[in-house]
């Protein structure tokens, strides 16, 4: 694999997002408003906008779940696929810094930067929980 530790280390060296909901293959997000004393989420992975919200944790994962449940009715209802389709493009901005590191590197190694990207990200995602250290 291609991927030193001091890229990892960049990548990952701020807090991620750790509080979810998963039901049914989809992922819910899950956040907290203090000025409105209210738990709020949005189905992530999907084309539309769906939210859900709640006073307390049980009732957010209640919520969350009939979510999901409206969410798959209305698409079957429509004939609609719910899952969002990814084209496999998407723009990733960096430091300049990184950005000539990371062209050098595949430079080095042979390859083009796009595969360089791509090696990254496929070790990130069979290395999750030793990459994203909480």
């Not at 701020?14 to 819910?28: F, R």
């Not at 496999?88 to 810094?97: D, E, I, K």
């Amino acid at each position: 694999m291609l991927l030193d530790s001091f890229w990892i280390s960049w990548i990952f060296k701020k807090n991620h997002m750790k509080d979810y909901l998963e039901y049914k293959g989809y992922l819910g997000t899950v956040n907290y408003s203090a000025n409105d004393k209210v738990f709020y989420g949005k189905l992530e992975g999907i084309n539309d906008l769906v939210n859900f919200e709640a006073n307390n944790v049980s009732d957010l994962e209640a919520g969350f779940k009939e979510a999901v449940n409206d969410y798959l009715e209305t698409c079957k209802e429509l004939g609609k696929i719910p899952e969002k389709t990814y084209k496999g493009v998407f723009n990733v901005r960096v430091p300049s810094s990184i950005h000539k590191k990371i062209a050098m590197l595949a430079a080095k190694k042979g390859i083009k930067l796009n595969d360089l990207v791509n090696q990254s990200l496929d070790y990130l995602i069979n290395n999750q929980e030793k990459v994203l250290k909480s």
